[in-house]
Nanobody
Framework: QVQLVESGGGLVQPGGSLRLSCVAS????????MGWYRQAPGKQRDLVARIISGETANYADSVKGRFTISRDNAKNTVTLQMNSLKPEDTAVYYCNADLILRREHKYRAYWGQGTQVTVSS
């Protein structure tokens, strides 16, 4: 019914860049915020960046100045441009969206399957 599909992960050297993309599909009536979270092995899942429809963004302190989140409401897409990548950025990155379906009466949170980002020389 709702599908969040991430893409763009992979291997990159320290200092390099990657751009992650997440596309939401389904009978979506409206989307509130969309965001990116990440989880390294043995670690908790933490917020990376989040953006509302008006494109006001919130970033984790560890990525401020390096990552940029954006969204295309017409395409139900959120992207994460990651620059100056560091080894500590290595994690599985998950897309999240708060949205309401046409047949529902309240917003719910949905998650993508995750995409691996590995920063290593």
């Amino acid at each position: 019914q709702v599908q969040l599909v991430e893409s763009g992960g992979g291997l990159v050297q320290p200092g390099g860049s990657l751009r992650l993309s997440c596309v939401a599909s389904g009978s979506i009536l409206n989307m509130d915020s969309m965001g990116w979270y990440r989880q390294a092995p043995g670690k908790q899942r933490d917020l990376v960046a989040r953006i509302i429809s008006g494109e006001t963004a919130n970033y984790a302190d560890s990525v401020k100045g390096r990552f940029t989140i954006s969204r295309d409401n017409a395409k139900n897409t959120v992207t994460l441009q990651m620059n100056s990548l560091k080894p500590e950025d290595t994690a599985v990155y998950y897309c999240n969206a708060d949205l309401i379906l046409r047949r529902e009466h309240k917003y719910r949170a949905y998650w993508g399957q995750g995409t691996q980002v590995t920063v290593s020389s």
